[in-house]
């Protein structure tokens, strides 16, 4: 089937905006991730979602950062009143559950002027 | 904390040659797991190849192939018979329960 898909594929947005990234898993993933990646950096967590227990968060590099998750399917994240080094590539996973490999989407490129 | 290290920022290879892609990690676990990733400009992360850490038996996948030192925490990636569409960042990446632990990756450019 489909693959992980992400829209938009990129995003300008002006300094102190709020902006919406979305992550549509694998048909049947339960498990959803969201990783961040700066210009020549590695990938760094975020967020992950399993089924319907509560998100682990702990990767949220602060409160202006948000994501949910509706039915257990399609997750936004939301980046409220951006900052220049917001700017990085938000990439999204999915698995069959939190032992499996992990399939990524192509990522959204978000850019904050 | 786990760390993930990849010290060459950037790798070259000459079409049909072999390279070697190095990786350290720091963990006082005893089960986990390790893989590398391929990025290509595309910027879809694709799994290249998967180690647990409790098998002794190096992971091979077709032309790419790991080097897994557990007592030396090192994971080195091996690329044969290298082709121009092997030109991409790699990272190496470390789990251990469910969150992933990235590298800063490496570029790998590869020359006719």
């Known amino acids: 089937g489909a693959g992980v898909s992400q829209s938009p594929s990129n995003k300008v947005t002006e300094k102190g905006k709020d902006v919406e990234l979305r992550c549509d898993p694998i048909?049947?993933?339960?498990?959803l991730y969201w990783y961040r990646q700066s210009l020549g950096q590695g990938l760094e967590f975020l967020i992950y979602?399993?089924?319907?227990?509560?998100p682990d968060k702990s990767g949220l590099p602060s409160d202006r950062f948000s994501a949910e998750r509706t039915g257990g399917s399609v997750s936004t994240l939301t980046i409220q009143r951006t900052q220049q080094e917001d700017s990085a590539v938000y990439l999204c996973?999915?698995?069959?559950?939190w032992g499996a490999g992990k399939y990524f989407g192509p990522g959204t490129r978000l850019t904050v002027t | 904390a786990q760390t993930v290290t990849q010290s060459q920022p950037e790798m070259s290879v000459q079409e049909a040659e072999t390279v070697t892609l190095s990786c350290t990690y720091d963990t006082s676990e005893s089960d986990y797991y390790l893989f590398w990733y391929k990025q290509p400009p595309s910027r879809q992360m694709i799994l290249v190849i998967r180690?647990?850490?409790?098998?002794?038996q190096n992971a091979t996948e077709n032309r790419f192939s790991v080097n897994f030192q557990k007592a030396a925490k090192s994971f080195s990636l091996k690329i044969s018979d290298s082709q121009l569409g092997d030109a991409a960042m790699y990272f190496c990446a470390y789990r251990r329960t469910d969150k992933l632990i990235f590298g800063t990756g490496t570029r790998l450019q590869v020359f006719p």
């Open positions: 048909s049947g993933h339960t498990a």
């Open positions: 180690q647990e850490a409790y098998k002794q």
């Open positions: 996973a999915s698995s069959l559950d």
């Open positions: 979602f399993q089924g319907n227990s509560a």
